[in-house]
Structures are given as C-alpha cells and as structure tokens.
C-alpha cells in the first residue's frame, strides 16, 4: 500500500491517501474525541497515536489533526503510515454496523423551497471542494426571518486560522449568488459536535449493552 499525504489549510491537520476506498457509502465521519471513536476500529487506532486530537473520515481519504504544539509532522507520520497500513491488513471493518449515517443534508419533507435549495447547494458545489480541504460541511439550520444560515466546519477545516476567510469569502458569497434569501452564514461547530457526540454516546451505550448481553 502506498500512502500520499496531502497539506491542508490548517497546518496541524494532514490529509493521508491510501489510494482506495476509506467508506462504502456517501457521507463523512468526524471523530473529535477518542470515546467518540468507538463507532471507528480505525479511528480508535490512530486516536493511540500520541498527539492525535482528531480524526476525519471520508469516502477516499482520512484526516488527522495533532496538538497545537512543538510536535512535528515529521515525527507523527511514520506512526500514522505504520497504523493505517497495519489496519488495512488486519482486514477489520472500517466502520461498526452501529455507525451513525449522515443525514445533514437529506431532504426533509418540512423543508422550504429556500433550505431545499441550500442543501442542494452544499452537496453539489461547496462540500466537494471543502473536502478538498481535508474537511466537511454540514447543514444546522437556517431562520428565515434573519436569514442566517448556519453550518458546521468539520475535520482539518475545524480550527484552521483560514476558515473564516473561506466561510465569508467562499461558502458565504455563493450562497447569496445563488440564493438571495440566505444574509449571512455562520459557522456553529461547538453546536454540531455536541450533537454528534451525543450520538455517539448513544451508539456507544448500545454497544456496551449489546456487550453485556453476549
């Protein structure tokens, strides 16, 4: 297996491209806590890794985020490179069966016309190129009154010193291009992952006692 790594804007965060398929399905998996990543064997390995703070799953690349600190990248890749590759030949599931699916941007049939739109919009032409990033986007909510939309910056695009540049230049800026009712958006990530999180709990609690039941 050869492995490409790729930069991302966020110096701490590195893209790792294994060259094949990382999820068998559409979506993305956002783990910022290691309990969180019981879901994930492959998360939880790299989550041993000392200096590992976060990692990101897609449908043909991971993410991983270091500390903010002194630790170099060029001292963490050769653990990571060694994980990944040992993963990938012990033939475990990337994912549990338990794992949550991601359903931000799934057609809810209470939605307007104007958050049916936006959804279309973050899937088609703004989360490919976050992902380019080494991150995801994720729809929370939008108020009509205000016109506030906010989303949610995961992976290497959570933190990063230039996301906010991207949300108000890039995502912003073409979502008032193409829908004139969206003034501005803002970026919730604390919101999302509190949500996420409890997720996860949910999910871990149902391990533990499908555990305790075998």
């Given at each position: 297996m050869y492995i490409q790594t790729q930069s991302t804007p966020n110096p701490n965060s590195l893209k790792f491209v294994p060259g094949m398929k990382i999820l068998d399905h559409i979506g993305t998996y956002?783990?910022?806590?290691?309990?969180s990543a019981r879901v994930s064997p492959l998360a939880r390995q790299l989550f041993r890794i000392d200096g590992v703070t976060r990692v990101f799953?897609?449908?043909?690349?991971?993410?991983?985020?270091?500390?903010?600190?002194?630790m170099?990248?060029?001292?963490?890749?050769?653990?990571?490179?060694?994980c990944i590759m040992d993963?990938?030949?012990?033939?475990?599931?990337?994912?549990?069966?338990?794992?949550?699916?991601?359903?931000?941007?799934?057609?809810?049939?209470?939605?307007?016309?104007?958050?049916?739109?936006?959804?279309?919009?973050?899937?088609t032409r703004i989360r490919p190129t976050v992902?380019?990033?080494?991150?995801?986007?994720?729809y929370v909510s939008f108020d009509e009154e205000s016109g506030v939309l906010k989303v949610a910056l995961q992976g290497s695009c959570s933190g990063c010193p230039s996301s906010t540049v991207t949300l108000k230049n890039g995502i912003e800026n073409m979502m008032q291009f193409y829908i004139p009712e969206v003034m501005t958006v803002e970026a919730v990530d604390d919101e999302i992952i509190k949500l996420q999180n409890k997720v996860f709990e949910e999910t871990d609690q149902a391990?533990?006692?499908?555990?305790?039941t075998t």
């Amino acid at each position: 297996m050869y492995i490409q790594t790729q930069s991302t804007p966020n110096p701490n965060s590195l893209k790792f491209v294994p060259g094949m398929k990382i999820l068998d399905h559409i979506g993305t998996y956002d783990f910022s806590t290691p309990e969180s990543a019981r879901v994930s064997p492959l998360a939880r390995q790299l989550f041993r890794i000392d200096g590992v703070t976060r990692v990101f799953l897609a449908p043909d690349f991971i993410s991983v985020t270091k500390e903010e600190d002194d630790m170099q990248w060029s001292l963490l890749k050769p653990d990571i490179f060694a994980c990944i590759m040992d993963f990938f030949s012990s033939n475990q599931p990337i994912l549990l069966d338990e794992a949550p699916k991601s359903t931000d941007t799934e057609i809810d049939p209470n939605d307007d016309e104007t958050v049916v739109m936006i959804k279309e919009l973050l899937d088609t032409r703004i989360r490919p190129t976050v992902m380019e990033d080494g991150g995801d986007i994720r729809y929370v909510s939008f108020d009509e009154e205000s016109g506030v939309l906010k989303v949610a910056l995961q992976g290497s695009c959570s933190g990063c010193p230039s996301s906010t540049v991207t949300l108000k230049n890039g995502i912003e800026n073409m979502m008032q291009f193409y829908i004139p009712e969206v003034m501005t958006v803002e970026a919730v990530d604390d919101e999302i992952i509190k949500l996420q999180n409890k997720v996860f709990e949910e999910t871990d609690q149902a391990l533990t006692d499908k555990e305790k039941t075998t």
